[in-house]
């Protein structure tokens, strides 16, 4: 019997093993399908990784590092190369290796299972179905891990972050990169990612443009791109078009989160993971979630640190807390979801975080906490939010004591 | 006065900075923004990563990074340089790789174990 | 010196080779591509119609139905996914009830069995996605799906085993005949043999033509399609059609045998298997009027295949006018799925009067496959021990184990690409679409077939995915 059974090996469960073994549970498992730890740390060989938690800038490899060493000593056991089939109410998890197929029982579950990208049919782009059109990720992979290039000429479709950093990858390995193809009006990635890996090589970002058209019979030869109007539909006489072999496609990330559906965990449609407490609780007593499995992030930091709130409230469960209720946060449009969706009653944490995405460019603006009689309870001025970029905003305990029933976050533009 | 997006952390502050009076920067957030939007007009440098072969191992490619930022302009030099690098397998975390390079004073490290 | 050479090998070449195969004759099956089901058998609805479709009378409506029942034996056979979920033609009007009537006369004038036309309510009642304005429906119970592929592969996997030579990448360049020998010239070499089946497909006319007179015309039409993840997999539990009309043929609604929803198609003069914006677009516009909460967000794949529509609007199956002992299987388009193994055999009986056919003493007839995912825990632990590849899982998505990528390259007819892999054993079929498991399988594929991974095909050949080694030596 394991006090808690962490699924999965990247930078989530690391930090909540990690967390779960300062916290002193014995029995800690994670349970990893690759052969080795870390995730898609492993092949995000640039830096950007852990001035949140480790106050430096590291690369992925690294952040990983960093975790597998502090790890090493410990009683947390590893099983490797071992994928998950399925896990449910009671605890139980399936999993299969070279070994067999067994089940493990364990007194609470970690969900770290990360995200995975959406590929081509997602957005149904037209064309032809030869070689040469990868996710970043995948293309990520051949050519840092492997050591392959996929492609000489290059078009990225979507401005996320994996596909700006393959453009500079890709650019600094010989590659042509032609464009950056963004169908909204702003880019999905963060703004340092724009300057350091598009604009440092002169690589031009297509705003409110998609690609149209892919040709080429067995490997890609061409694209066209248009631009969109304001339904995202192309505009017929503003083709332009590229004489290519490749196409990333670095359109968005999806929670992974079959496992979870299979155990009647209860999804947020807009998030596409977990719907969490506070405390990284999901609708399952006794399972928890964190990092991409819940929502995208953009910095494995924000994930560790999360994963290290699944591990307190995992701790806190084995220890027999009780809640007496809970209390709903709920959004307004122009806020893309709130994570967590429910907060446990009776408050017991002195500050509550909340992270969210708003779904449109914001300048200077304001954000407000306000319960069910419209009360504001708190509010945080920003200067400026972006879609690209979580935000997070810290309520104190106090300050949500005063409120009645549910919560709601909302934005104005100043 | 130049505008830039600091690329120090995440958060990506809007900064100005005003050639005329020794490159004060305005917008920052921190002492990283103030040192990056200074250098970034007066030597802009990058920490560059890469991969550079490996051999004897089950591994072929060594993700590596240089331990400090380099010239902006030395970037796709340093990259000629590696890309003609081989080590043998194994290697550790922080090992270095290739000792200054470019003549820089600056090393490149690998960035993870690999047998 | 071979009996007979069998040109192509999609639905019609892989079955005629399967029935072949069971007697003594030495049989070559050339392949343009580098597998087999390559071509329209690849690419299309995998539905097995139940027959109502075709005017009484012609090829069309015969073989559909004979075919149709072989088609549910061979499955089981061959261990072939297949089911028999039903098809509704829909009807919005009176107009389009009164093609429901002519259909059902049709289906009773040609040997279909338990079809009932049924009113709104009870179309609702089967399907409750259904759109309101629905006025009523055909039902035909025996209507299936298939997984057409692994059909033609699991048929030609046989073939070989009971000793048909199938010679891939062989493209016909040539035909000549003289002394009652032709002798077809490919890329690859030259085949000598007594009789020649033409089931090129698409290309059947261009192949008839290297030697014969112009009998028929092949036009290629274009079909695209949306297949859409396994959550979309229920929206509906039959295939739906809607009435041919005016407008068009219509676009279908159904569930696939792997658990999915397919979508589609249109129709469009082209000889390219491009998916087009226009097209996706009427695709999706169309399928709403009889699915309307089809959610297209959930979408894993498009794909277009190409349909061989000929001039005589019927199928062509018969010895060539110009060439005596060229047998045509031509213009095999909707419903030549369902129509094919009734296709073969009426090759096999068109030989049978040219020369004596004797079947082998010992011919195989069914195949079995490893579906890990199906197997119970037992059963799966039991594979594990004796080959721990059966335990580490390479596709997520579709539980898709090493031991079974593995066994697709070297099985009977190795699979030479990673979409070969795919249509062996669903590896990167879901939803993910290979983003995981693709460079997965590309390694697998490097080290069981000992080559560069810059000879790893994603499809046919020319589609390598990678283009060189990032560092030089």
């Known amino acids: ?414 | 006065m130049t505008e830039l997006i600091c690329i120090g952390c995440p958060r990506g502050c809007h900064l100005h900075v005003d050639e005329e009076n020794d490159y004060k920067v305005t917008g920052n957030s921190c002492n990283i923004g103030a040192e990056y939007g200074r250098n970034e007009l007066i030597n802009p440098t990058r920490t560059l990563t890469t991969t550079i072969r490996l051999s004897g191992g089950n591994h072929h490619s060594l993700p590596v990074r240089s331990a400090h930022p380099i010239p902006k302009k030395l970037l796709f030099e340093a990259m000629e340089v590696l890309n003609h690098r081989e080590v043998k397998a194994p290697v550790k975390c922080g090992d270095v790789v290739y000792a200054d390079i470019l003549n820089t004073g600056i090393d490149i490290v690998a960035t993870r174990d690999l047998d | ?473």
Request: glycine share 10%; charged share 25%; hydrophobic share 40%.
């Open chain 3, 1 to 473: 010196m071979y009996d007979v050479i069998i040109i192509g090998a999609g639905i019609v070449g892989c079955s005629t080779a399967y029935y072949l195969s069971q007697y003594d004759l030495k049989v070559a099956v050339l392949e343009a591509c580098n597998d087999v089901s390559m071509g329209t058998t690849r690419a299309n609805s995998a539905i097995i119609h139940a027959g109502y479709d075709p005017e009484p009378g012609t090829l069309m409506a015969r073989h559909n139905v004979k075919g149709a029942l072989m088609i549910r034996e061979l499955c089981r056979r061959l261990d072939v996914p297949y089911k028999q979920c039903g098809a509704l033609v829909v009807g919005f009007d009176d107009k389009d009830m009164e093609t429901i009537q002519t259909l059902y006369e049709r289906g009773l004038v040609n040997g279909v069995e338990f079809l009932k036309i049924l009113n709104r309510e009870e179309t609702h009642d089967l399907e409750p996605q259904l759109s309101a304005d629905i006025k009523g429906a055909l039902l035909a119970p025996t209507s299936a799906i298939v997984s057409p592929w692994e059909l033609a592969l699991a048929l030609m996997e046989v073939a070989v085993e009971n000793g048909v030579e199938l010679k891939l990448n062989n493209k016909v360049e040539a035909i000549s005949k003289s002394d009652e020998v032709f002798t077809v010239r490919t890329s690859e070499g030259e085949y000598h043999g007594r009789y020649v089946v033409n089931a090129a497909g698409i290309y059947s006319d261009a192949i008839h033509e290297m030697i014969g007179q112009k009998e028929f015309t092949i036009t290629k039409t274009k079909g695209e399609y949306y297949l859409l993840d396994k959550s979309e997999g229920r929206r509906v539990s039959h295939t739906i059609f809607q009435c041919p009309s005016k407008v068009g043929k219509g676009v279908l609604v159904s569930p696939t045998v792997h658990g999915n929803l397919i979508v589609g198609p249109n129709a469009e003069d082209s000889d390219n298997t491009d998916t087009t914006y226009e097209g996706l677009q009427f695709v999706r516009k169309t399928a709403v009027r009889s699915v309307p909460f089809i959610s297209f967000g959930d979408n894993i794949r498009n794909f277009a295949g190409i349909r061989a529509k000929n001039d005589r609007g019927d199928f062509i199956v018969e010895e060539s006018h110009s060439v005596p002992g060229f047998y045509n299987i031509a213009g095999i388009m909707s419903p030549g799925l369902s129509s094919a193994p009734s296709l073969a055999l009426e090759a096999v009986d068109w030989l049978k009067g040219k020369m004596e056919l004797h079947k082998k003493a010992e011919y195989k007839e069914t195949r079995k496959k490893v579906r890990f995912n199906q197997l119970s825990a037992e059963e799966k632990n039991e594979l594990i021990k004796k080959d721990p590849r059966y335990g580490r899982i390479i596709c997520r998505c579709e539980t898709v184990t090493e031991g079974e990528i593995v066994e697709a390259i070297h099985g009977v007819i190795p699979a030479v690409s990673i979409d070969a892999v795919k249509r062996r054993c669903n590896a990167g079929m879901g939803r993910c679409q290979g983003g995981f498991c693709g460079g997965k399988v590309a390694e697998i594929l490097v080290r069981e077939r000992g080559i560069s991974p810059l000879d790893v095909l994603q499809n046919q050949r020319g589609t390598n995915i990678l283009v060189r080694e990032l560092k030089v030596k």
């Open chain 1, 1 to 414: 019997m394991f006090d808690v059974i962490i699924i999965g090996g990247g930078p989530a469960g690391l930090a909540a093993a990690k967390k779960c073994y300062d916290e002193g549970l014995e029995k800690i498992l994670i349970v990893e399908r690759d052969t080795q730890l870390g995730g898609i740390l492993n092949q995000c060989i640039h830096t950007g990784f852990g001035l949140g938690v480790f106050k430096e800038e590291l690369s992925g490899p690294e952040f990983a590092h960093k975790y597998i060493e502090m790890l090493r000593d410990t009683r947390v056991e590893v099983m490797l190369d071992t994928m998950v089939l399925e896990i449910n109410r009671d605890k139980e998890v399936t999993v299969i290796n070279g070994n067999g197929y067994q089940k493990l029982q364990a007194k609470a579950i970690i969900l770290a299972m990360g995200c995975r990208e959406r590929s081509r049919g997602a957005i149904a782009t037209p064309g032809s179905r030869g070689a040469g059109v990868y996710t970043a990720g995948a293309a990520q992979r051949y050519i840092n891990i492997d050591g392959y290039m996929v492609g000489k000429r290059v078009v990225i479709l979507g401005s996320g972050d994996i596909g700006l950093i393959m453009a500079r990858r890709m650019t600094l390995e010989g590659a042509e990169v032609l464009a950056c193809v963004e169908i909204n009006p702003y880019s999905g990635g963060l703004p340092r990612n724009i300057v350091q890996c598009l604009n440092d090589f002169n690589i031009p970002l297509y705003l409110s443009h998609t690609i149209t058209k892919i040709e080429g019979e067995n490997r890609v030869e061409r694209v066209t791109i248009a631009k969109v109007d304001e339904h995202f539909q192309p505009i017929e006489g503003t083709e332009i078009v590229f004489d290519c072999d490749t196409v990333l496609l670095s359109i968005g990330l999806i929670p992974e989160n079959e496992l979870s559906k299979v155990a009647g965990i209860e999804l947020d449609k807009r998030t596409k993971g977990p719907i969490v407490y506070e405390n990284m609780e999901t609708s399952v007593e006794g399972i928890f979630a964190c990092g991409n499995v819940v929502h995208v992030h953009d910095l494995a930091d924000n994930v560790a640190m999360e994963a290290e709130k699944a591990a307190v409230g995992v701790c806190e469960y084995l220890k027999g807390r009780k809640s007496e209720g809970s209390v709903d946060v709920t959004t307004y449009e122009m806020i893309g979801y709130t994570v967590p969706q429910h907060i446990h009653l009776p408050l017991d944490k002195n500050k509550y975080d909340f992270f969210f995405r708003v779904r449109k460019i914001f300048g200077p603006s304001v954000i407000y906490v306000i319960d069910s009689e419209e009360n504001v309870l708190a509010r945080f001025n920003r200067q400026y939010i972006i879609p690209g970029t979580m935000e997070k905003i810290t309520v104190p305990k106090v300050l949500l004591e005063k409120g009645k029933g549910n919560l709601k976050v909302l934005i104005e533009e100043k």
